[in-house]
């Protein structure tokens, strides 16, 4: 009887261990990473394709081929927020005001009535942790009408993005977030959302 109580306490020790050690491990997995050279250099490499308009290199190197890629937009007709999912991005503007990456936020200023106060406050390359959770907030809304409609794995991925991605700002060009997968950085959506002046 002993012995039973004992091996008992045993196996319960071990499994608060590893179930601690296995909440540790999953906590420290969807934290975002500190910039690296890494980072900074393929971020310098996006920015060369950009200006190259080279899409076949970009597609190829920066584009996970079993997440894909989102880009969140309005819609032309309703005006709501809304996403699109693929393997790849299909246009590109080779407009690069600078090489430079700074690590700053900036703001974009939008009125729909005055073009005098449209656009960014600063101009250049900027690198924020500003995420925005529009895939979540998107997929909370349209659970309420089809629940169940996305599967665990994309809402895995989606949770990746949200948590551990940083914004990649290219002024008067493109907003990208980017993602580490597999120990490789990936674009991983497209803020068409931003810079959008409708109401």
């Not at 009887?1 to 050690?21: E, G, R």
């Not at 060369?48 to 996970?64: A, P, T």
């Not at 079993?66 to 080779?94: A, W």
Request: one cysteine or more.
């Amino acid at each position: 009887m002993i012995k039973n109580i004992f091996a008992i306490f045993i196996f319960s020790l071990l499994f608060v261990a590893c179930s601690t050690n296995e909440l540790s491990k999953q906590e420290k997995e969807v934290q975002r990473q500190e910039v690296s050279k890494e980072l900074l250099s393929d971020i310098s490499y996006i920015l060369f394709l950009l200006k190259q308009k080279d899409l076949d290199n970009l597609n190829s190197r920066f584009i996970n081929p079993k997440i894909g890629l989102y880009e969140v937009y309005k819609s032309d007709i309703e005006n709501k927020i809304t996403f699109k999912h693929s393997y790849e991005i299909d246009e590109i503007v080779d407009i690069i005001d600078s090489f430079e990456i700074k690590q700053e936020i900036i703001i974009f200023n939008c009125s729909p009535y005055n073009d005098a106060f449209y656009g960014w406050n600063k101009d250049g390359t900027f690198l924020t942790t500003q995420i925005k959770p529009y895939l979540s907030q998107i997929i909370q809304e349209q659970n309420k009408i089809t629940p169940n409609k996305y599967k665990t794995e994309e809402l895995a991925n989606i949770a990746l993005i949200e948590k551990t991605s940083y914004e990649l700002i290219v002024t008067n060009n493109v907003i990208f977030y980017l993602t580490k997968i597999d120990n490789l950085w990936y674009i991983t959506l497209i803020d068409k959302i931003k810079t959008d002046r409708s109401k």
